[in-house]
């Protein structure tokens, strides 16, 4: 059934009308959109439209929201993981993790491997540290960094094999 729109009261060349239908595939919603487009001497045309992830119409899983609200992190660590995930948003950072997850490395190799100055890498690895992803241990007037512990090596790596995938 179309209902009539004021470009089709009016006359104007065309009107749209939007019918979705909906598909679960896994766990995504697939929702495609058909428009039907009417021009005023009586012709119909209908072009397909496949939009992943959006719904056109609102409604509201009442018991599952309910269920994920319940479970819904803090602020505060939905803050430190959203920092978290700052601090590895740099490349600079992210080339010392790679190399930390090796080997551990004092400054001056850090900077060897990544060609990068040593102040340039002492301050990356504050940064890292601050969030808890690098520890050091000094050794004479040598200090050593490393992966704080393996949770640091398992997050890196698991989202290196994601990109690389």
Not at 25 to 36: A, D, E, T, V
Not at 43 to 68: D, F, K, P, T, W
Not at 84 to 111: H, I, N
Not at 114 to 135: D, T
Request: some cysteine; proline content about 1%; aromatic content about 10%.
């Amino acid at each position: 059934m179309i209902i009539p729109t004021y470009e089709h009261i009016f006359r104007y060349h065309w009107v749209s009308a939007v019918f979705s239908a909906y598909f679960v595939s896994g766990l995504r919603f697939i929702c495609i959109h058909l428009r039907f487009q009417f021009s005023e001497q009586g012709g119909m045309g209908m072009v397909q439209e496949l939009e992943a992830g959006r719904c056109e119409v609102s409604c509201i899983h009442e018991e599952n929201v309910i269920a994920v609200r319940r479970q819904m992190i803090r602020e505060d660590t939905a803050q430190d993981l959203a920092d978290l995930f700052k601090t590895l948003g740099d490349p600079t950072r992210v080339k010392l993790l790679f190399a930390l997850m090796k080997k551990e490395l004092c400054v001056c190799d850090l900077a060897a491997v990544i060609e990068v100055s040593e102040s340039a890498v002492s301050h990356q690895l504050r940064v890292l540290r601050s969030q808890k992803l690098v520890k050091f241990r000094r050794e004479g007037r040598v200090v050593y960094y490393s992966l704080d512990d393996d949770h640091v090596h398992k997050l890196f790596g698991q989202g290196l094999e994601h990109v690389t995938e």
